[in-house]
Nanobody
Framework: VQLVESGGGSVQAGGSLTLSCAASGYTNSMGWFRQAAGKEREGVAGIDRAGTTAYADSVKSRFTVSRDNAKNTLALQMSSLRPEDTAMYYC???????????????????WGQGTQVTVS
């Protein structure tokens, strides 16, 4: 499965961005991760094929993850963006349903190339 992200960019604090991820094949659990400069990769949001979602505490009520199973796409709507949201954002996927809706990064075998989000 190949994953291709799009939608990153630069935005002022308080603004919004929507990231998209297109998958080339079947996926079950999917997630968004981010990695800021000098920091470890962290989970942002996860969703399974049934639409169950999970979020990191830092983004709850500001970010919304969604998917379209028919189109094999994943989206992340981000609002009330903060400078600390600046990072490279990655789409991740698994062919099977993970026990946790937002699993550890090591549990996802497929990754996109990343899209940069900069909040100033």
């Amino acid at each position: 499965v190949q994953l291709v992200e799009s939608g990153g960019g630069s935005v002022q604090a308080g603004g919004s961005l929507t990231l998209s991820c297109a998958a080339s094949g079947y996926t079950n659990s999917m997630g968004w991760f981010r990695q800021a400069a000098g920091k470890e990769r962290e989970g942002v949001a996860g969703i399974d094929r049934a639409g169950t979602t999970a979020y990191a505490d830092s983004v709850k009520s500001r970010f919304t993850v969604s998917r379209d199973n028919a189109k094999n796409t994943l989206a992340l709507q981000m609002s009330s963006l903060r400078p600390e949201d600046t990072a490279m954002y990655y789409c991740a996927a698994s062919n099977w349903k993970l026990r946790a809706t937002l699993g550890a990064s090591s549990l996802y075998p497929y990754w996109g190339q990343g899209t940069q989000v900069t909040v100033s």
